[in-house]
């Protein structure tokens, strides 16, 4: 028997690789996310003045609730992390509060006449909204292979 204390041998290097290899792809999977919602919400911005035979047409709200629901799921997968819906939901609040705003030229990109932007913006903020709440009330997730 020998008094001396066990050393415990140090992870392997492709364990430590694949950390952050991991990490690394988590936060592109964030930068995506963040992106997609920066894009998602200028495209419902544009459709949100879309007309056909003069007439106002809700597709942008269509669009809103499938690409909210669509980026929530992305970015929950991709960064690992329930908080990860905020990652496109905080550019998609900001440009609407943005376009919501007359600026000193007097434009305003989102009028209180324009019934799709009103309905696109309470559906969509409703959309991520849900989904969040949904990852609140989600079971934790047990992750095999790490």
Do not use: K
Not at 16 to 37: E, N, T, Y
Not at 93 to 106: Q, S, Y
Not at 126 to 146: E, S
């Amino acid at each position: 028997m020998s008094a001396a204390p066990q050393e415990t041998p140090a992870p392997p290097s492709g364990r430590r690789f694949r950390r952050a290899l991991d990490l690394a792809l988590r936060v592109a999977g964030g930068l995506v996310a963040v992106l997609g919602g920066t894009l998602t919400a200028v495209l419902e911005l544009l459709l949100a003045t879309l007309r056909v035979g003069g007439q106002l047409i809700g597709v942008s709200v269509l669009v809103a609730v499938v690409a909210n629901i669509a980026l929530s799921w992305f970015a929950h997968e991709a960064v690992g992390r329930r908080w990860a819906v905020v990652l496109p939901a905080t550019p998609w609040f900001v440009l609407m509060a943005v376009a919501a705003v007359r600026t000193a030229e007097g434009d305003l990109l989102v009028s209180g006449d324009n019934w799709v932007g009103l309905a696109m913006i309470v559906a969509g903020a409703m959309t991520f909204a849900v989904m969040g709440f949904r990852q609140i009330l989600a079971p934790p997730t047990v992750r095999t292979g790490d």
